[in-house]
Nanobody
Framework: QVQLVESGGGLVQAGGSLRLSCAAS????????MHWYRQAPGKEREFVAG????????TYADSVKGRFTISRDNAKNTVYLQMNSLKSEDTATYYC??????WGQGTQVTVSS
């Protein structure tokens, strides 16, 4: 079992930054890859970023490449999403995800233009 709890969302102006965190508990954190997804109102949930278990490789959706950075601290059982140069289209609920269908409750990010 894996429990995931996101935090760090909020309201920010376009061009601003936010840092999301996802704290994991349960199964050994350093043994699995982690991902961030997001879902905007009326849209399907979409992949944002992923990071391998050792933190050495990352992947990003084209829409966030160059603006968002995913990282992890296995000693703290936490994965992060640093979001810079935010745009109104980044407004969504952001979820962290672990393999085998584990999801957090989500954290809302609202970017005002």
């Amino acid at each position: 079992q894996v429990q995931l709890v996101e935090s760090g969302g909020g309201l920010v102006q376009a061009g601003g930054s936010l840092r999301l965190s996802c704290a994991a508990s349960g199964r050994s954190f350093g043994t699995y890859d982690m991902h961030w997804y997001r879902q905007a109102p009326g849209k399907e949930r979409e992949f944002v970023a992923g990071i391998t278990r050792d933190g050495k490789r990352t992947t990003y959706a084209d829409s966030v490449k160059g603006r968002f950075t995913i990282s992890r601290d296995n000693a703290k059982n936490t994965v992060y999403l640093q979001m810079n140069s935010l745009k109104s289209e980044d407004t969504a609920t952001y979820y962290c995800n672990a393999p085998a269908g584990y999801w957090g409750q989500g954290t809302q990010v609202t970017v005002s233009s």
